[in-house]
C-alpha cells in the first residue's frame, strides 16, 4: 500500500484518478479538500477533522460489470461494519451512497472508475465540529460522543475492511450483505420523491434488492430505480 498525505487538496479522488502508475491500494489522505464533490457534482463539505481520503480497487475481470453496479453498496455496508467496530452506534444507511446516524448525514461515498481501477472516495465526520452549512443535515462522532479520534487509525480500519468485505463479496456472500443492508435501510417506508432525467414521481421507498436496485411503491405499482439514475429527495 502506498500513501499519499496532504495538508490540502482539492480532491483525493482526482488525485487518484490523475496517476499514471495507479495500483490497488493506493490511498490518498487529506486533511482538508477545497474541491471534494459528492454524486452528481453536489458539493462535498470538508472540514479539518473529518476522514478524507480515497482508494484504489483493481477491476477483477472475472466479476461483471453488472455485479460492480452493487459496488457503491458494498461500500457502504463495509463502511458501516467498521463504524460498529468504531463505536456500536445505530447508524443507518441510504441507498446508494450515505451514512447517517440520528436524523443527520455522517459519511458520503463517491465511487469512480477510471481505466481498469475503481477509486472509491469517502469523506466521514469524526472530530470536525465545524460542519459549516451542512449544520442542520449532518454530524460527526465526536459531536455523539465527545471523544476524539486518530484519523488515521479510522481509516486503516476502513481501508483494510472493505478489502476483506470485497473478499467476502467475491466469495458469493452477497444475499448475506444485502440482507444486512436491508436491516439497516434509511429510507424504507419514508416517502420520497424520484427524479429521472424525464419525469418526477412520489412513492415510498422499499427494500434494496438482489440487483442493488431500490424498490419503490409508486401508486399501485411496484418500481424498480437504478443505482446513479436517479435523484431521492426525502419530504
Do not use: C, P, Q
Given at each position: 500500500m502506498r500513501i499519499y498525505r496532504f495538508d490540502e487538496i482539492d480532491s483525493t479522488n482526482r488525485f487518484l484518478r490523475e496517476k499514471d502508475d495507479i495500483l490497488e491500494k493506493d490511498l490518498a489522505i487529506a486533511k482538508v479538500q477545497n474541491a471534494g464533490r459528492g454524486r452528481r457534482g453536489n458539493k462535498w463539505v470538508s472540514t479539518e477533522g473529518a476522514a478524507l481520503f480515497s482508494f484504489a480497487l483493481k477491476h477483477d475481470f472475472e466479476i461483471s460489470e453488472d455485479e460492480y453496479m452493487k459496488l457503491p453498496l458494498l461500500v457502504g455496508y463495509s463502511l458501516l461494519y467498521s463504524l460498529k467496530k468504531i463505536e456500536n452506534l445505530d447508524y443507518k444507511f441510504k441507498w446508494t451512497n450515505?451514512?447517517?446516524?440520528?436524523?443527520?448525514?455522517?459519511?458520503?461515498?463517491?465511487?469512480?472508475?477510471?481505466?481498469?481501477?475503481?477509486?472509491?472516495?469517502?469523506?466521514?465526520?469524526?472530530?470536525?465540529?465545524?460542519?459549516?452549512?451542512?449544520?442542520?443535515?449532518?454530524?460527526?462522532?465526536?459531536?455523539?460522543?465527545?471523544?476524539?479520534?486518530?484519523?488515521?487509525?479510522?481509516?486503516?480500519?476502513?481501508?483494510?475492511?472493505?478489502?476483506?468485505n470485497f473478499k467476502e463479496f467475491k466469495n458469493g456472500s452477497w444475499k448475506e450483505i444485502l440482507e444486512k443492508i436491508n436491516k439497516v435501510n434509511y429510507l424504507y417506508g419514508r416517502r420520497i420523491d424520484i427524479v429521472t432525467f424525464d419525469k418526477e414521481e412520489s412513492g415510498?421507498?422499499?427494500?434494496?434488492?438482489?440487483?442493488?436496485?431500490?424498490?419503490?411503491?409508486?401508486?399501485?405499482?411496484?418500481?424498480?430505480?437504478?443505482?446513479?439514475?436517479?435523484?431521492?429527495?426525502k419530504k
Open positions: 450515505d451514512l447517517y446516524l440520528e436524523e443527520k448525514k455522517i459519511s458520503g461515498i463517491l465511487v469512480e472508475k477510471i481505466k481498469d481501477h475503481y477509486i472509491i472516495g469517502i469523506g466521514l465526520n469524526v472530530n470536525n465540529l465545524n460542519l459549516e452549512e451542512a449544520k442542520d443535515r449532518g454530524m460527526s462522532l465526536r459531536e455523539k460522543t465527545g471523544k476524539e479520534y486518530n484519523l488515521e487509525e479510522v481509516i486503516m480500519t476502513i481501508v483494510s475492511d472493505f478489502f476483506e415510498i421507498a422499499g427494500d434494496i434488492l438482489e440487483d442493488g436496485t431500490l424498490e419503490v411503491f409508486v401508486g399501485n405499482e411496484i418500481k424498480r430505480y437504478n443505482i446513479g439514475s436517479i435523484h431521492i429527495a
